[in-house]
């Protein structure tokens, strides 16, 4: 029997893993600065949770990601003590056509299934990454 599971992970994985050598980044400093330009500006703080890292490697995935040029640091104005982090967007590369054409292809597979299917695809995604999120934490803690 096939294992789905890992078929699955490998090929997500290894696709952020593409995008991030496009990059010229590691795959967890890809997954740092998608977090920064969907959530951003947010305190470095904040992407260890996001990540399952520990603070230590949020540091040193920050530090590349400046030295990259993708990412500043930048006092919060609210607490002068906190740094924020902005992403750089002008420095980053136009990948709307890999994530345009990724697009395209599920749309093209998932447009077969009706609502009632579709239901139970996205309950089975939503509980996927529920328990992955969970057994992470379990893992980082």
């Known amino acids: 029997m096939r294992d789905y599971g890992w078929e699955l992970s490998t090929a997500v994985v290894l696709f952020h893993e593409a995008i991030a050598r496009r990059l010229g980044l590691s795959a967890a400093e890809h997954k740092a600065l998608g977090a920064i330009v969907r959530s951003g500006p947010l305190p470095t703080g904040a992407l260890a949770p996001e990540l399952g890292v520990g603070i230590t490697a949020v540091t040193g995935i920050v530090d590349r990601l400046v030295r990259a040029g993708y990412v500043r640091r930048e006092p919060d104005p609210a607490d002068r003590r906190r740094v924020l982090l902005y ?55």
């Not at 967007?89 to 990948?95: E, F, I, N, S």
């Not at 077969?112 to 379990?138: F, G, P, S, W």
């Open 87 to 141: 992403a750089e967007t002008g420095a980053m590369p136009d990948l709307g056509a890999i994530f345009a054409d990724l697009g395209q292809a599920m749309a093209a597979f998932t447009s077969k299934y009706d609502e009632r299917e579709m239901a139970v695809v996205v309950d089975y995604l939503d509980n996927t990454i529920r328990v992955l999120r969970e057994q992470t934490a379990k893992l980082v803690d």
